[in-house]
């Protein structure tokens, strides 16, 4: 597994922008593709974004309605998450996730960070 670290968040206004960024270490981050998700207080955890190793292929969600960029750099072993345009109902935990391509993502072996806050006042 990867280990995951998240930050850059914290308390911005609405339409606002912040982005946060994940540190991995452990194994070999290249090989691995990566995604954003967010859990709000008593909601379910929601998919936000997602890159394939390579960067050929990026995922959002539909709420993301082009606010959101996500991106990585492998030789800094890190994934990013643009926000910008943020919403009151975009605050929650935002945790990064990394798992291996061959067996997809969904398994005990994905790798997850602790979170990070997110809070957008109105």
């Known amino acids: 597994q990867v280990q995951l670290v998240e930050s850059g968040g914290g308390l911005v206004q609405a339409g606002g922008s912040l982005r946060l960024s994940c540190v991995a270490s452990?194994?070999?981050?290249?090989?691995?593709?990566v995604g954003w998700f967010r859990q709000a207080p008593g909601k379910r955890r929601e998919f936000v974004a997602s890159?394939?190793?390579?960067?050929?292929?990026?995922n959002y969600g539909d709420f993301v309605k082009g606010r959101f960029i996500i991106s990585r750099d492998n030789a800094k072993n890190t994934a990013y998450l643009q926000m910008s345009s943020l919403k009151p109902e975009d605050t929650a935990v935002y945790y990064c996730?990394?798992?291996?391509?061959?067996?997809?993502?969904?398994?005990?072996?994905?790798?997850w960070g602790q979170g990070t806050q997110v809070t957008v006042s109105s």
């Open positions: 996730a990394a798992w291996d391509p061959i067996t997809g993502w969904g398994t005990e072996d994905d790798s």
């Open positions: 452990g194994h070999t981050f290249s090989g691995y593709d």
């Open positions: 890159i394939m190793w390579s960067g050929d292929y990026l």
